[in-house]
């Protein structure tokens, strides 16, 4: 199959082409976002970057710029909210790793790192329906 169509078409329809799957693999895998698995949560992350790089890279050829800022915002925010609740997640796998060398003192630390984080997590996680909701609403800039 020759890929001389895909190839000699205008940069914009290539762009277009790649946000929108992109978009979609982040939209497949974050149904049911407040439901997923912490593996699970990670994968739509790493999905909502590789949609926020691929705009951000793409942004300069399509239209108004305060359409491009106000979606970059709403991946961004959610990633960030996703984050939030990945660092508890490592935090927490890390913080039982140290446990087996039983240092003094490390309880006292390890309660604080883990309440701060599960703070953390449960404010995302408060967050995250309602910045979902607002991403599978956004319109995209270069459609």
């Not at 926020?52 to 915002?73: I, P, S």
């Not at 925010?77 to 490592?90: E, M």
């Not at 003094?104 to 997590?121: H, N, P, Y």
């Amino acid at each position: 199959m020759s890929r001389l169509p895909q190839l000699t078409a205008p940069i914009e329809e290539f762009a277009t082409q790649t946000l929108d799957r992109l978009r979609n693999r982040a939209l497949k895998r974050g149904k049911n976002l407040t439901e997923l698995s912490d593996e699970a949560r990670h994968d739509v992350r790493i999905a909502l970057k590789n949609l926020r790089y691929g705009a951000e890279f793409y942004r300069g050829l399509f239209g108004r710029r305060r359409d491009q800022q106000g979606y970059l915002r709403t991946v961004s925010k959610l990633q960030d909210l996703l984050g939030a609740h990945n660092d508890a997640v490592t935090a927490k796998q890390f913080l039982s790793e140290l446990a087996a060398v039983n240092a003094v003192g490390f309880e006292k630390a390890s309660g604080f790192i883990l309440g701060w984080q599960a703070r953390g997590t449960t404010l995302a996680d408060d967050a995250l329906g309602a910045a979902w909701k607002t991403f599978k609403r956004a319109k995209p800039f270069w459609g």
